[in-house]
T-cell receptor, first 111, second 114 residues
């Protein structure tokens, strides 16, 4: 039951540039979360935005949520080589029992 | 250190040979779950547990079993592994708000079934 779909699938940028990833989903949500995964490793939680919030910041991360369009975006400012990873959005449905993940965006940041 | 541990990290086995992947968390989390990650398919939930002795199926439970006898442990059992269960497996746990909360993931178990 795929819920979130990230776009683009892959993104390559230079260090110092900003990276923007988008996520679209299909049903009403309680919250939306973003995770990072370094190659073959466990996922790490980045940020959670609730359905009644529109924007949230954490360090160099900025997340927006538009529930009318059922979409979210993750902006990483001033990217570093260490930001190279896969990024996943995950949605928590109101009556759900699972966090449903998208297929991810692979970000490559070159120095 | 607060963490989720999984063992083994890598496993190569043969079809039909029963195996168990252990998962343990030291954060007193009530909610635990198992995911498998496959190229092009993302993460899919196998089973989850809301608390001790309470488990339920996720999206892809066929061929798997779980148990939750203690709060900290949530082993994944493959009674008769098949090649289509070759995958990267993750255990996760969450304190606040169960499945809606921030998930803490283990490091993963890479399983190959020949």
């Amino acid at each position: 039951s795929q819920q979130g779909e990230e776009d683009p699938q892959a993104l390559s940028i230079q260090e110092g540039e900003n990276a923007t990833m988008n996520c679209s989903y299909k049903t009403s949500i309680n919250n939306l979360q973003w995770y990072r995964q370094n190659s073959g490793r466990g996922l790490v939680h980045l940020i959670l935005i609730r359905s009644n919030e529109r924007e949230k910041h954490s360090g160099r991360l900025r997340v927006t949520l538009d529930t009318s369009k059922k979409s979210s975006s993750l902006l990483i400012t001033a990217s570093r080589a260490a930001d190279t990873a896969s990024y996943f959005c995950a949605t928590a449905q109101r009556a759900g029992t699972a966090l449903i993940f998208g297929k991810g965006t692979t970000l490559s940041v070159s120095s | 250190e607060a963490q989720v541990t999984q063992n083994p990290r890598y496993l190569i086995t043969v079809t039909g040979k029963k195996l168990t992947v252990t998962c343990s968390q030291n954060m007193n989390h009530e909610y635990m779950s198992w995911y498998r990650q496959d190229p092009g398919l993302g993460l899919r939930q196998i089973y989850y547990s809301m608390n001790v002795e309470v488990t339920d199926k996720g999206d892809v439970p066929e061929g798997y079993k779980v148990s939750r006898k203690e709060k900290r442990n949530f082993p994944l059992i493959l009674e008769s592994p098949s090649p289509n269960q070759t995958s990267l497996y993750f255990c996760a746990s969450s304190l606040s708000n169960g499945p809606k909360g921030e998930q803490y993931f283990g490091p993963g178990t890479r399983l190959t079934v020949t």
